[in-house]
Nanobody, 128 residues
Framework: QLRLVESGGGLVQPGGSLRLSCAAS????????TGWFRQAPGKEREVVSC????????DYADSVKGRFTISRDIPKNTVYLQMENLKPEDTGIYYC?????????????????????WGQGIQVTVSS
């Protein structure tokens, strides 16, 4: 069973940067779409970003476009979320998730990608 381990969260002031990492704990031979989700205080979990299994297609929530970048390092079996110009409203628990798929061109849950492998969640707090 695939296990995902997250790292890189913490407390940062507004306008600062953080990079989250999501590493598979074992060798992965299947194809996966990957995504980052977050749950802010008092709000439902939302999709922040995702990447197709090919790595050629990405998607971002409107609230983070131009500030966040999803990327991956195939040899390390690791997915990253680089977060720039952080705002207080970015505060929340961030989860990485992977969806096994035979498709290569998309990643959005509403298109049927089943994100059933999840990281443990990591706190990101943006505050002065």
């Amino acid at each position: 069973q695939l296990r995902l381990v997250e790292s890189g969260g913490g407390l940062v002031q507004p306008g600062g940067s953080l990079r989250l990492s999501c590493a598979a704990s074992e060798f992965t031979s299947r194809y996966y779409a990957t995504g980052w989700f977050r749950q802010a205080p008092g709000k439902e979990r939302e999709v922040v970003s995702c990447m197709s299994s090919s790595g050629r297609s990405t998607d971002y929530a409107d609230s983070v476009k131009g500030r966040f970048t999803i990327s991956r390092d195939i040899p390390k079996n690791t997915v990253y979320l680089q977060m720039e110009n952080l705002k207080p409203e970015d505060t929340g628990i961030y989860y990485c998730a992977w969806a096994a798929t035979s498709r290569a061109s998309d990643c959005r849950p509403e298109l049927g990608y089943d994100y059933k492998y999840w990281g443990q969640g990591i706190q990101v707090t943006v505050s002065s």
